[in-house]
């Protein structure tokens, strides 16, 4: 998913510059990038004034956003639950190691090369595992910066769009008066 294409930002901010807001809300109803989709949110309430904009997009952000990062959620799964693939080989491993030792009487001089095995096995269950652990949580880590970094930088340019909706606050001043 496209989170906010330059030409699409700019085209938007004259459309609202403009004040051709009935054909800037069609032109972003036929995108589907979060930019489109948050500015359509805020759009859809502008009936409802400024304040109701401003919390549609950002509700609409937090849940495009949400929904971004339970995509790549596999990945800190995956990152998690390297160490414990690595830990079930590394047991099985030594099961393997200890079965070894046991068929020799306990006598490691038996058969050493069956009990080198088990441990060489265990000890490659646990380097697989820890790689897999952490390929796995540092690319959920890059992944995760990236969409956040996305994310809010397009809700950022939305909600900066918005502030042409904000009413001008009327000045407590009164222009007439003068001192006699």
């Known amino acids: 998913q496209t989170i906010a ?15 051709a807001f009935r054909e800037c809300l069609e032109s972003v109803k036929k995108s589907n990038t979060y930019f489109a989709r948050v500015v359509t949110a805020a759009l859809q309430h502008a009936r409802h ?10 509700e609409k952000a937090g849940e495009l956003s949400g929904q971004m990062f339970r995509k ?48 060489s096995l265990a000890l490659v269950n646990t380097l697989l595992g820890l790689g897999l652990a952490i390929l796995g949580l540092l690319f959920y880590g890059v992944c995760r910066n990236r969409v ?30 003068t001192g006699s």
């Open 72 to 119: 790549v959620e596999f990945l800190n799964i995956l990152g998690n639950l390297g160490p414990l693939m690595g830990l079930l080989g590394t047991v099985y491993g030594m099961i393997v190691s200890f079965h070894e030792l046991g068929q020799a009487g306990g006598q490691a001089g038996g058969d050493a090369g069956g009990l080198a095995r088990g441990i």
């Open 148 to 177: 956040d970094a996305l994310t809010v930088q397009a809700t950022v340019q939305v909600l900066d769009l918005l502030e042409y909706f904000r009413p001008i606050a009327s000045s407590g001043s009164s222009a007439g008066t």
């Open 49 to 58: 004034g400024f304040d109701a904009m401003h919390e549609a997009a950002v």
């Open 5 to 19: 294409p330059q030409q699409q930002v700019n085209q938007t901010r004259s459309l609202i510059e403009r004040r």
